[in-house]
């Protein structure tokens, strides 16, 4: 059902649907722990924070239920929850995350809900802007109905070295939970019905995953969107025993699970996912002598795929994008918001323009930073020729995980980058795919109307176009 594994799906599966649901604002995010020991990973996971507490009241080491090791102490003559909530206070304000990327690119995401049932203020500081949502009463001060919102469903810290609203984190806190956070609960239930949720940095043995199996399996009988979360493989043979298991559970709840082998690999993941959810705009980078017929044919061939271009008005860029002007006109579907001409801030005026086509932008950016946000604003870019100035424009695409499509017949640096490519193509993916290294090879074609069929192929590839839902989800 799923390829290869018994369970699962693939990240072209996650990429594909859930970056859709992204784009008709039909999604949401629960972050979980692995989240913040992606961004620190010296950051104490659930079992060390209780270890201190549990050796302190001498509760044995084989009881696995933490939060019930939470609840034992408390309940103990030498433990209260004052203790419990201050030491997990002072652990984990003590705690500076080394990067906060994988967060980054979660607030990249066009996403206006957040859930976490993490204690740190990491989202918040990567969405300054964001309302923070940790009681009850918080939920019924909505701005506006897109704004985005940080919703703490456990409580948070205050970034003090205090509590914003007291954490949720015994066993009686679990499970009296419905009744005490009853907006809280009857929120996240409403999303959990209306939109598709991306549950982040959770594994099995984290106890907060019980939110996530109770809203499936409680709920799934509606029906409603398709859920999807990624979960690290297990390291030990007998959680690896049960992980298919555990996973086909989720699986036949509503909730498709990707596989990965370590939170580390969430930051590249989410930094394609981004990528997903951007405009369906392609970078056009090139120049020199003898692209023309290339920048014609490949003009021509986009007007069908639905994109919108943008460049810096460079050779390449003005060739494509005025064959793909005067190919929109012929079909009478011209619209000037499909092409974007990009003005950097210099002394001397810029070129006169020799067709009017597009939309012209003059920015007061300097060079470097306006070529940095077009390409990142972008889910692909296609090489044309081009010299120095492109191969720093491709350089800014590796950089930034923008997959590139170099058209090696056009010569310069795009058959260089071809050439480059060509040696590792075993390990190329765009798209969330592997590449199709016939397709690939025609780049390099000496007849330029085979090679331009061969980038239509892998741009539409590389930006999630013509998507075709996977057989057995919703």
């Not at 082998?261 to 120049?287: C, E, K, M, Y």
């Not at 765009?430 to 741009?459: K, M, Q, T, W, Y």
């Amino acid at each position: 059902m799923y390829g290869a594994r018994a369970v699962g799906i693939s990240e072209q599966d996650l990429l594909n649907q859930f970056g859709g649901a992204v784009l008709t604002h039909n999604a949401a995010l629960f972050v979980g722990a692995g989240m913040s020991r992606v961004a620190a990973p010296d950051s104490p996971d659930w079992a060390k924070l209780v270890e201190p507490l549990r050796r302190r009241v001498h509760i044995p080491a084989d009881l696995e239920d933490l939060p019930l090791v939470a609840q034992y102490f408390v309940q103990h003559p030498d433990g209260n929850r004052q203790q419990l909530e201050e030491h997990v206070a002072n652990e984990l304000s003590s705690v500076r995350p080394s990067r906060l990327v994988g967060h980054e690119r979660l607030a990249a995401l066009p996403i206006s809900e957040v859930w976490t049932t993490n204690y740190d203020w990491f989202l918040e500081e990567v969405m300054p802007t964001a309302q923070v949502v940790v009681r009850d009463e918080d939920l019924a001060d909505r701005r506006t109905a897109w704004d985005r919102r940080i919703i703490k469903m456990h409580g948070g810290l205050d970034g003090r070295g205090g509590w914003a609203a007291p954490p949720v984190i015994t066993r009686a806190d679990y499970e009296r939970y419905e009744s005490t956070h009853q907006r809280m609960w009857a929120a996240l239930t409403a999303t959990f019905l209306t939109r598709s949720f991306l549950f982040l940095g959770f594994s099995f043995s984290d106890p907060n995953v019980d939110v996530l199996l109770r809203l499936a399996r409680s709920r799934f009988e509606f029906g409603g969107p398709e859920h999807f979360t990624v979960f690290r493989r297990p390291d030990s043979d007998a959680d690896r025993k049960l992980f298919p298991h555990r996973v086909r559970d989720l699986q036949l709840s509503g909730v498709a699970v990707l596989e990965i082998d370590d939170h580390a690999q969430l930051i590249p993941l989410l930094g394609r996912l981004v990528r997903r959810t951007r405009p369906p705009r392609l970078f056009v980078s090139g120049s020199g002598r003898g692209i023309g017929d290339v920048c014609d044919r490949l003009g021509r061939r986009l007007v069908d795929l639905g994109v919108e271009v943008a460049s810096l008005a460079g050779d390449a860029g003005m060739g494509v994008s005025y064959s793909l002007g005067r190919a929109m006109r012929d079909q009478s579907r011209y619209d000037p918001n499909r092409v974007m001409l990009l003005f950097r801030q210099k002394e001397e005026p810029p070129p006169e323009l020799t067709e009017r086509t597009g939309t012209v932008v003059y920015s007061h950016l300097p060079a470097e930073q306006l070529r940095r946000s077009a390409i990142d604003s972008s889910r692909a870019l296609v090489v044309v020729g081009g010299g120095e100035t492109t191969a720093s424009e491709v350089a800014i695409a590796d950089e930034l995980g923008v997959p590139v499509v170099p058209i090696g017949t056009a010569g310069g640096t795009g058959r260089v980058v071809w050439q480059r490519l060509s040696t590792g193509l075993g390990s190329l993916t765009i798209g969330g795919a592997p590449v199709n290294a016939e397709d690939f090879a025609l780049l390099g074609n000496a007849d330029a109307a085979v090679a331009v069929e061969s980038a239509v192929r892998l741009l539409t590839q590389a930006m999630y176009l013509g998507i075709q839902t996977v057989p057995g989800h919703r």
